[in-house]
Nanobody, 118 residues
């Protein structure tokens, strides 16, 4: 069974930084895509960034240049370094993994709250 556990959220002032972590346990295989999504109150969940098992990354326009996604395959862990945070970045951030090996499946973490004060 695949499980994801996020950590690192919190309250920060505008312009500050936070680093989120997502540890994945279970059989995810060698081919997968890990990603971060976020959902603000009253809004739909949106993509923030993704990273493949080979290291290719993709970012939402709203975070390009401010956020950096990375991963450590030896630890089955993904990170999201968030710099120059803005109040509009306030949301619950969810970790996601698209497993390709063993058949395509999607898994989600429980989410971690990020609040940016102005």
């Amino acid at each position: 069974q695949v499980q994801l556990a996020e950590s690192g959220g919190g309250l920060v002032q505008a312009g500050g930084s936070l680093r989120l972590s997502c540890v994945v346990s279970g059989s995810i295989g060698s081919i997968n895509v890990m990603g971060w999504y976020r959902q603000a109150p009253g809004k739909q969940r949106e993509l923030v960034a993704t990273i493949t098992s080979g290291g290719s990354t993709n970012y939402a326009d709203s975070v390009e240049g401010r956020f950096t996604i990375s991963r450590d395959n030896t630890k089955n862990t993904a990170y999201l370094q968030m710099n120059s945070l803005k109040p509009e970045d306030t949301a619950v951030y969810y970790c996601n993994i698209k497993r390709v090996t063993f058949g395509i499946a999607y898994y989600w973490g429980q989410g971690t709250q990020v609040t940016v004060s102005s």
